[in-house]
């Protein structure tokens, strides 16, 4: 859309408000609200100048100002807002040179795709993430320096089968890995997951399908693939579908991969294919229907997991969920079927839906640079022909601890995903899609976080060590 297209859908919607979105390093979506009365084409095409030091891992306070330049392509009017608010996706650019910012995580991604083009290999890259989440009736934590606790309670919690309501316990609830796929009243929130859905909906998302995910209060939507830069919009919105819809309810949802002990954790598992004008590039006669180069994609990925890791698990507790045991996929191996391994082909009724599914990545990061750190890998695999070796079609959970030594696995910890950023950045800076100063700024930036969580003593320690 033109600037006028916008200005006249502003008329013709009586939008009150324009909101410009934009998404910081970490992967929090942030906004400024612009009255609709001082919107003109100059504001569209120019863009609206902001503080840009007062967003954690960007610009000094002596460099601070920053510009969020619209993105005309996808107005969305806002279907939670009291007042007509339309929002617009926006980039961010410097303030004096006008040209993109580097660290901007959605320039990365759109710096991705324009690299994926001139390498020859396709046309467009195509991400299908599957986002789980948690929604819980009441969240509390506390950290002082004397006390540090946290506390969930969710009426569908098996922990809650001998609790007193005030009307009554109904009795009716998912055990332990017991949620997929009972029908109401075991399965408590179909009607809030059909909200989630309208919500995606009336925002333009294409979406497909609901249902409740295996630990009791953990959820999934699913919506339809798109290209990369496009899809990372589309979590963006998920996750403030969810989030505003579940506090319309009166609960609370977190998309932090694993906030209850001894269940599943809540990932992201991303479907992956690349196209060539109407070509299907991983189309073949290999293993499972892929093609070499398919294979080659896999192989890149595999290689560079551990960095890719910085990304697609980007926050402490991401690794409490990448353990064996809860379906949360450890060791770097690619299997049609398998969803023991981190790589799984799906099996498809149409050879032209050849595609590979990234088992490991969770939904707490930014989509970004989750989905173009896993493109640069792919990209770097196929240009260097980087084989995957043998696939493992076998239940990986059930290896001996001395056959799983054997194998590579992901990373262990935030602090190791961090430290392999740092060595194996080579295929992220090519074609200049990230650069060196945008990963050495986000290493800094989840190093505050990694200082916090190694700094702090965990209630499970006094009962360990305290009488030791």
Request: with cysteine; hydrophobic share 35%; proline share 6%.
């Given at each position: 859309?033109?600037?006028?297209?916008?200005?006249?859908?502003i008329?013709?919607?009586?939008?009150?408000?324009?909101?410009?979105?934009?998404?910081?390093?970490?992967?929090?979506?942030?906004?400024?609200?612009?009255?609709?009365?001082?919107?003109d084409?100059?504001?569209?095409n120019?863009?609206?100048?902001?503080?840009?030091?007062?967003?954690?891992?960007?610009?000094?306070?002596?460099?601070?100002?920053?510009?969020?330049?619209?993105?005309?392509?996808?107005?969305?009017?806002?279907?939670?807002?009291?007042?007509?608010?339309?929002n617009?996706?926006?980039d961010?650019?410097?303030a004096?040179?006008?040209?993109?910012?580097?660290?901007?995580?959605?320039?990365?991604?759109?710096?991705?795709?324009?690299?994926?083009?001139?390498?020859?290999?396709?046309?467009?890259?195509?991400?299908?993430?599957?986002?789980?989440?948690?929604?819980?009736?009441?969240?509390?934590?506390?950290?002082?320096?004397?006390?540090?606790?946290?506390s969930?309670?969710?009426s569908?919690?098996?922990?809650?089968?001998?609790?007193?309501?005030?009307?009554?316990?109904?009795?009716?609830?998912?055990?332990?890995k017991?949620?997929?796929?009972?029908?109401?009243?075991?399965?408590?929130?179909?009607?809030?997951?059909?909200?989630?859905?309208?919500a995606?909906?009336?925002?333009?998302?294409?979406?497909?399908?609901?249902?409740?995910?295996?630990?009791?209060?953990?959820?999934?939507?699913?919506?339809?693939?798109?290209?990369?830069?496009?899809m990372?919009?589309?979590?963006?919105?998920?996750?403030?579908?969810?989030?505003m819809?579940?506090?319309?309810?009166g609960?609370?949802?977190?998309?932090?991969?694993?906030?209850?002990?001894?269940?599943?954790?809540?990932g992201?598992?991303?479907?992956?294919?690349?196209?060539?004008?109407?070509?299907?590039?991983?189309?073949?006669?290999?293993?499972?229907?892929?093609?070499?180069?398919?294979?080659?994609?896999?192989?890149?990925?595999?290689?560079?997991?551990?960095?890719?890791?910085?990304?697609?698990?980007?926050?402490?507790?991401?690794?409490?969920?990448?353990?064996?045991?809860?379906?949360?996929?450890?060791?770097?191996?690619?299997?049609?079927?398998?969803?023991?391994?981190?790589c799984?082909?799906?099996?498809?009724?149409?050879?032209?839906?050849?595609?590979?599914?990234?088992?490991?990545?969770?939904?707490?990061?930014?989509?970004?640079?989750?989905?173009?750190?896993?493109l640069?890998?792919?990209?770097?695999g196929?240009?260097?022909?980087?084989?995957?070796?043998?696939?493992?079609?076998?239940d990986?959970?059930?290896?001996?601890?001395?056959?799983?030594?054997?194998?590579?696995?992901?990373?262990?910890?935030?602090?190791?995903?961090?430290?392999?950023?740092?060595?194996?950045?080579?295929?992220l800076?090519?074609?200049?899609?990230f650069?060196?100063?945008?990963?050495?700024?986000?290493?800094?930036?989840?190093?505050?976080?990694?200082?916090?969580?190694?700094?702090?003593?965990?209630?499970?320690?006094?009962?360990?060590?305290?009488?030791?």
């Amino acid at each position: 859309m033109s600037s006028k297209d916008i200005l006249k859908l502003i008329k013709d919607k009586q939008v009150e408000f324009v909101d410009l979105r934009f998404t910081d390093p970490r992967g929090k979506l942030q906004h400024v609200t612009m009255d609709a009365t001082i919107v003109d084409e100059e504001l569209l095409n120019d863009g609206v100048f902001f503080d840009g030091s007062s967003i954690a891992g960007w610009k000094a306070i002596n460099q601070s100002d920053m510009l969020l330049k619209p993105d005309l392509t996808r107005p969305i009017i806002d279907p939670f807002n009291s007042h007509t608010t339309l929002n617009i996706f926006c980039d961010i650019l410097d303030a004096v040179k006008k040209d993109p910012y580097e660290r901007d995580p959605r320039g990365t991604a759109k710096k991705a795709e324009a690299y994926l083009k001139k390498s020859g290999i396709g046309d467009k890259s195509y991400f299908g993430p599957e986002p789980e989440f948690f929604v819980f009736d009441d969240v509390r934590f506390k950290n002082d320096m004397n006390e540090t606790s946290f506390s969930i309670d969710s009426s569908e919690g098996p922990y809650n089968t001998g609790k007193k309501y005030e009307n009554g316990n109904m009795g009716h609830r998912p055990g332990i890995k017991g949620g997929y796929f009972p029908v109401p009243p075991v399965d408590s929130a179909q009607d809030m997951r059909g909200e989630y859905l309208k919500a995606l909906r009336d925002m333009g998302v294409k979406v497909e399908k609901h249902h409740h995910e295996v630990a009791p209060s953990q959820h999934e939507l699913g919506m339809y693939f798109g290209t990369l830069t496009n899809m990372a919009d589309n979590l963006q919105l998920y996750k403030y579908a969810v989030q505003m819809v579940t506090h319309s309810f009166g609960k609370t949802a977190t998309f932090m991969p694993k906030p209850v002990k001894g269940d599943n954790g809540s990932g992201m598992h991303c479907h992956q294919s690349i196209w060539k004008g109407n070509t299907p590039v991983f189309m073949g006669n290999e293993y499972s229907g892929l093609s070499k180069t398919a294979l080659y994609y896999i192989g890149g990925i595999l290689k560079h997991a551990k960095a890719i890791n910085a990304f697609s698990n980007a926050t402490t507790n991401s690794y409490k969920r990448l353990i064996p045991g809860f379906e949360a996929p450890v060791i770097l191996a690619y299997s049609a079927r398998n969803r023991s391994a981190s790589c799984r082909i799906p099996i498809i009724n149409n050879p032209k839906a050849a595609r590979m599914e990234i088992r490991f990545p969770d939904a707490a990061g930014n989509p970004y640079l989750t989905f173009a750190s896993m493109l640069m890998a792919g990209i770097d695999g196929i240009k260097n022909k980087i084989d995957p070796g043998k696939s493992f079609d076998k239940d990986l959970y059930t290896l001996s601890e001395d056959e799983v030594k054997k194998l590579p696995t992901v990373c262990g910890s935030l602090r190791e995903a961090m430290q392999n950023l740092d060595k194996d950045r080579k295929f992220l800076i090519e074609g200049g899609v990230f650069t060196d100063d945008q990963i050495d700024a986000y290493i800094d930036l989840k190093f505050q976080e990694i200082y916090k969580f190694e700094h702090t003593p965990h209630p499970i320690e006094f009962e360990m060590y305290y009488s030791g």
